[in-house]
């Protein structure tokens, strides 16, 4: 057993890497996202089954498009962080680990822009 | 302490997970499930963008036997999440920590994440989904 306090065991072994803003960041989203995914399942429950029009008409009412558009980001980005901590736990190797954290985290951002865009196209259409 | 007495971590392939473990490693395969699906909410809503015509042929997609199935799973897998998720965020403000309340809450999540999909899907339906 060491005799040490614990500052002086991590003192010396440099940085951690990455601080607490990663766990945080999941956090909130998490957060947000119960509310508002809650809210998005009930949207989409009522327009199952629905034309077009009607889903044009969800979007396109302001508090739909920012809660969307806020569902999105939190989802996105909770996703990226959610795969990096997979990928970094289970993937050994390097090359492919550098591989996978590229594609997830770049596929992430494109996928939640490509859909923010979207929202914002049908919101601002006529 | 002798080396033969030292403590091992589980061997995977012949230790029985307790209900516990496999809930805890569920909350990451179905973060990645709905990592995947989320490919299906971004075409969704790609199509309704692109007008009309795009959604309809997904919504065709969706209401198909098979892309009933994927969102059914999807369900499923979304409201486990959600609900295990609510579960690590007790835990992040330090409750429910004793081994009796992990183990009534792990049923727990299981059994709200069933009701919440059926019900779900018994709403959709009666709603008028097809």
Same mark, same amino acid.
């Given at each position: $057993?060491? $005799?040490?306090?614990?500052?002086?065991? +991590?003192?010396?072994?440099?940085?951690? !890497?990455?601080?607490?803003?990663?766990?945080?960041?999941?956090?909130?989203?998490?957060?947000?996202?119960?509310?508002?995914? &809650?809210?998005?399942?009930?949207?989409? &429950?009522?327009?199952?089954?629905?034309?077009?029009?009607?889903?044009?008409?969800?979007?396109?009412?302001?508090?739909?498009?920012?809660?969307?558009? /806020?569902?999105?980001?939190?989802?996105?980005?909770? $996703?990226?962080?959610?795969?990096? =901590? *997979?990928?970094?736990?289970?993937?050994?190797?390097?090359?492919?680990?550098?591989? #996978?954290?590229?594609?997830?985290?770049?596929?992430?951002?494109?996928?939640?822009? +490509?859909?923010?865009?979207? =929202?914002?196209?049908?919101?601002?259409?006529? | 302490?002798?080396?033969?007495?030292?403590?091992?971590?589980?061997?995977?392939?012949?230790?029985? #997970?307790?209900?516990?473990?496999?809930?805890?490693?569920?909350?990451?395969?179905?973060?990645?499930?709905?990592?995947?699906?989320? /490919?299906?909410?971004?075409?969704?809503?790609?199509?309704? +963008?692109?007008?009309?015509?795009?959604?309809?042929? =997904?919504?065709?997609?969706?209401?198909?036997?098979?892309?009933?199935? #994927?969102?059914?799973?999807?369900?499923?897998?979304?409201?486990?999440?959600?609900?295990?998720?609510?579960?690590?965020?007790?835990?992040?403000?330090? !409750?429910?920590?004793?081994? +009796?309340?992990?183990?009534?809450?792990?049923?727990? *999540?299981?059994?709200?994440?069933? *009701?919440?999909?059926?019900?779900?899907?018994?709403?959709?339906?009666?709603?008028?989904?097809?």
């Amino acid at each position: $057993m060491s $005799m040490n306090t614990p500052l002086s065991k +991590a003192r010396g072994l440099g940085s951690a !890497k990455e601080g607490a803003h990663h766990w945080k960041a999941q956090r909130l989203t998490a957060i947000a996202l119960v509310p508002l995914s &809650i809210w998005f399942i009930s949207g989409i &429950i009522c327009l199952a089954g629905k034309p077009h029009a009607d889903l044009v008409a969800w979007v396109q009412n302001p508090w739909s498009a920012s809660l969307l558009i /806020l569902l999105l980001f939190s989802l996105f980005y909770h $996703m990226a962080l959610g795969l990096q =901590v *997979v990928i970094e736990d289970y993937v050994q190797a390097t090359g492919m680990k550098i591989t #996978l954290l590229l594609i997830t985290q770049f596929g992430s951002i494109l996928l939640g822009l +490509a859909s923010i865009v979207s =929202v914002l196209l049908i919101a601002t259409g006529d | 302490m002798s080396s033969q007495n030292r403590p091992l971590s589980p061997h995977l392939d012949v230790y029985k #997970l307790p209900l516990t473990g496999i809930i805890s490693i569920s909350h990451r395969m179905t973060g990645v499930g709905l990592s995947v699906g989320t /490919l299906l909410l971004a075409w969704w809503l790609i199509a309704a +963008a692109t007008g009309a015509e795009s959604y309809t042929t =997904v919504n065709g997609f969706l209401g198909s036997w098979f892309g009933k199935i #994927l969102l059914f799973l999807w369900s499923f897998a979304f409201f486990f999440h959600l609900c295990n998720g609510i579960r690590h965020l007790f835990w992040d403000a330090g !409750k429910g920590f004793d081994k +009796a309340d992990v183990e009534k809450t792990a049923k727990a *999540v299981l059994i709200a994440s069933v *009701v919440l999909t059926l019900l779900t899907w018994v709403i959709a339906l009666a709603g008028g989904a097809s």
